[in-house]
């Protein structure tokens, strides 16, 4: 009788070989499927800092084209000249009300990565020192950079740029609004 013992089940050759294959397979559908991660992360950042950017920016035009005046400020707070540009941007915004007019200001600035929007009440236009907070929004986050200037008389240029570890995005334009430039004392 001949013996079989030899062909019953896997040899320890082949059993090393096939964990070999497996092995490989599975190294190369993981690295497919870290590189399709990466790019769906990529893509998805891009799209979603292209949106935070665009939409800051619809909701600074919107309070720039309801304001009365507008202010570029250096990052301290310090009102700076035409044609410079500033961190932050202040503007006055009235409001009716049954009373009559109430003014609000809206301040923008970056702090810590973050842009935010700030109102307060105005009880005097001309003098800041007695303005009521009301409140302070962080309006997007990842923000790089936020610019202004007014080189014209009633245009505000502004810049927006957002960025991660790996991608930014810059949204620049100019807007013109109903702004009051008018000169003291004439």
Request: hydrophobic share 40%; glycine share 6%; aromatic share 10%.
């Amino acid at each position: 009788m001949k013996s079989f013992d030899s062909e019953k089940g896997f040899t320890m050759l082949e059993m090393i070989l096939a964990l070999v294959l497996i092995a490989l397979l599975m190294s190369g559908l993981m690295a497919v499927y870290w590189v399709a991660g990466n790019a769906f992360y990529q893509e998805t950042s891009i799209s979603e800092m292209q949106y935070t950017v665009r939409e800051v920016r619809q909701m600074i035009l919107k309070d720039i084209h309801s304001s009365e005046s507008a202010e570029v400020m250096s990052w301290d707070g310090s009102k700076l000249n035409s044609g410079e540009a500033g961190r932050r941007l202040r503007l006055i915004i009235p409001v009716m009300k049954e009373e009559g007019v109430e003014y609000i200001a809206i301040c923008y600035y970056i702090e810590n990565s973050k842009l935010y929007r700030e109102r307060f009440m105005l009880y005097d236009k001309q003098n800041s020192g007695d303005d009521q907070l009301l409140d302070k929004i962080p309006v997007a986050d990842h923000m790089i950079s936020l610019s202004f200037s007014n080189s014209r008389v009633g245009v505000i240029e502004y810049e927006l740029i957002s960025g991660d570890d790996r991608n930014t995005f810059r949204i620049s334009g100019r807007v013109g609004s109903k702004m009051d430039y008018s000169i003291d004392g004439i």
